[in-house]
Structures are given as structure tokens and as C-alpha cells.
């Protein structure tokens, strides 16, 4: 079993920047056949999206298009730990911000999902909220 904790999360102004750090704990044998690493967020009223993913063999990323050169994913090796460093926030950018950790695209091996429903853990999020 596996559990994720994010923290990180807070209010800023357009602009601003947020680190988010992810760390994961529980049997180190459960962590054989996690392949992916990933950030998701949801807005009120609106469906979870991946924002970022890391492919733990070949450390291969992937972001949604509209942070893509703003938001950065990366992972300690040495730590069950991931990070999105975040910079020039915009409104848009406010919600629920889930870490996971799951399995790759079946459809597209060497890379991962960008649907939630291949994620196996889930931390309990942490809130970002961009003000103008």
C-alpha cells in the first residue's frame, strides 16, 4: 500500500509561483510495477485533468498544453518524492492539485496516461487559488 501527501499549495497573486512537492510512504514493494508519477488538478464543476506526468524508466515528461513552459515535474531518486515547480500563475490555474501515482498509457508504452483512471494512489490534495 501506498499513500501520497502534497503540500505546497496556498494563495498567490497573477503572476506568482508555487512549488507543490509530493512524498509517498508505505511498502517499498509496492512501488514495483509504478511506472508513472503525475500531477492533476479540478476546478469547481469541472473533471480532474493531468497537468504533468513523469515516466519513472526513462524520466520522460509530458504536460498539459496550457502549462507547458510554465510548469516543471521532476522526482528525487533517491526520495519517494516529486515536485511541480509552478511559475507565472494565472487565474485559471486555481483548483484542486492531486498528485498520483500509477501505471503507463497501454495505448502508448513508454509513456503515462493522462487519464486519472490509471492512477492507482492519490494523495488528498492541495489547494491553489490565483488571484488577480
Known amino acids: 500500500q501506498v499513500q501520497l501527501v502534497e503540500s505546497g499549495g496556498g494563495s498567490v497573486q497573477d503572476g506568482g509561483s508555487l512549488v507543490l512537492s509530493c512524498s509517498a510512504s508505505?511498502?517499498?514493494?509496492?512501488?514495483?510495477?509504478?511506472?508513472?508519477l503525475g500531477w492533476f488538478r479540478q476546478a469547481p464543476g469541472k473533471e480532474r485533468e493531468r497537468v504533468a506526468t513523469?515516466?519513472?524508466?526513462?524520466?520522460?515528461?509530458a504536460y498539459a498544453d496550457s502549462v507547458e513552459g510554465r510548469f516543471t515535474i521532476s522526482r528525487d531518486g533517491t526520495k519517494n518524492t516529486w515536485l511541480l515547480h509552478t511559475n507565472s500563475l494565472k487565474p485559471e490555474d486555481t483548483g484542486m492539485y492531486y498528485c498520483?501515482?500509477?501505471?503507463?498509457?497501454?495505448?502508448?508504452?513508454?509513456?503515462?496516461?493522462?487519464?486519472?483512471?490509471?492512477?492507482?494512489?492519490w494523495g488528498q490534495g492541495t489547494q491553489v487559488t490565483v488571484s488577480l
Open positions: 498520483a501515482a500509477g501505471q503507463p498509457c497501454f495505448e502508448c508504452p513508454g509513456y503515462c496516461s493522462d487519464q486519472p483512471s490509471s492512477y492507482n494512489y
Open positions: 508505505g511498502s517499498i514493494y509496492a512501488l514495483y510495477g509504478i511506472d508513472c
Open positions: 513523469i515516466y519513472t524508466g526513462s524520466s520522460r515528461t
